[in-house]
């Protein structure tokens, strides 16, 4: 697991997101039965539009979009094969894009990544998001097409149809991720990869420490603050029942400093990033709250130079749709030299060694 560390630009100013009333919907998958859902995707796609609005304040938090879309592009690459046709599921501002027509930071080649790949479609439900950058220079050095979806969690494309899939931190905004993989697995082309990122469960685990501990100090308990996230042991399971085959799945941490925890909460809002759990409104927090969660943060997380860190813990996940030349692995004992004999030789030797 590697760790990298940034400063971002912090704005100076601060925005008031409106808080809105609470609803419940249900999504109904097909065939299945009702699933509950999670996340207000209106409250979510709001927040989105919202953020977007200030283009200048969305462009200044886009560090941590930026270096993990440049990271999946790297893992997407090392395939190697040309994509003729490729999907960028929830796309928010186009940063795989913008980071496709960039060099690769590992090499000494000059040559941007995108010329592996000839069409990219862009998808995303925030029109406002969406089209933030489109009259950005990237736009004329990668053939993109931009398409808002009207649902991020139903896929209306045809069976077959890409030659891979890419999303980056969308999917941990997603009601049923397995329902959305296996559609993923559906409009690949046999073959084909899926390679996504999304945030894990010990994301922000400063933050999340500090706002439990300063409520339960000041109220007697805890609200639902910050939102629920997968677990890194849970995704292999989930990609594995979507129908995806040779997995991989790695993790990663970002730590980025900031002044103090209303400088991190600002970004997240600027970032379109803030809590959309169902009933989240009637929890707003309160002022002592959040002075009493500043003290704490900087009692338990705080940095030698006065900073704090908040955590992003990155899953990257891989699978590869089921093609007819796929590779295989071996059946079960087929193997011609026993792993039980090389580890009982190791330690015969260490044995040895030591005498």
């Known amino acids: 697991m590697n760790s990298f560390s940034i400063r971002p630009f912090i704005p100076s100013l601060t925005r008031h997101i409106v808080p809105l009333r609470a609803t419940r919907r249900y999504a109904i998958q097909a065939p299945g039965g009702p699933t509950l859902e999670i996340f207000n ?3 979510k796609w709001l927040q ?7 283009v200048q304040g969305s462009r200044d938090v886009d560090y941590l979009r930026d270096e993990v879309a440049s990271r999946l592009c790297e ?14 599921l929830g796309a928010n501002a186009c940063n795989i894009a913008r980071m496709l027509t960039l060099p690769s930071p590992d090499t000494h080649d000059s040559t941007p990544r995108s010329k592996r790949i000839s069409t990219l479609i862009a998808a995303e439900s925030s029109h406002t998001l969406l089209h933030r950058d489109a009259d950005l220079p990237f736009n004329d050095e990668i053939a993109i097409t931009r398409e808002v979806i009207p649902v991020s969690e139903t896929l209306q494309y045809e069976a077959n149809t890409f030659d891979a899939v890419l ?50 100090d000041r109220r007697g308990g805890v609200s639902t603050h910050t939102s629920p996230l997968a677990d890194v042991r849970d995704v292999g399971g989930l990609l594995q029942r979507a129908g995806f085959h040779l997995l991989t799945v790695d993790v990663d941490d970002i730590v980025v400093d900031f002044p103090d ?25 309160q002022r002592d709250v959040l002075l009493a969660a500043e003290a704490i943060y900087r009692e338990l997380h705080g940095n030698e130079d ?3 860190p908040a955590t992003f813990r990155l ?30 030789s190791q330690q015969k030797g260490e044995g040895e060694e030591n005498k």
């Open 261 to 285: 925890s209303f400088a991190l909460m600002r970004d997240l809002q600027a970032m379109g990033e803030s809590n959309a759990v169902l009933g989240r409104e009637m929890g707003a927090i």
């Open 75 to 88: 893992r997407l690459l090392d395939v190697n094969r040309h994509f003729h046709h490729v999907l960028d």
């Open 41 to 43: 995707q209106q409250t």
């Open 48 to 54: 989105k539009e919202r953020a977007a609005a200030n």
């Open 167 to 216: 999303s980056s931190l969308s999917l941990h905004w997603i009601n049923d991720l397995p329902s959305v993989l296996a559609q993923v697995n559906n409009i690949l082309k046999p073959d084909s990869p899926f390679i996504g990122v999304m945030l894990g469960g010990d994301s922000l685990f400063e933050l999340r420490t500090s706002l439990q501990l300063a409520e339960l």
């Open 306 to 308: 006065g900073s704090i």
């Open 315 to 344: 899953i990257y996940m891989i699978g590869w749709k089921e093609g007819p030349n796929q590779t295989k692995p071996l059946p079960r004992g087929s193997g011609m030299v026993s792993i039980k004999d090389i580890l009982e």
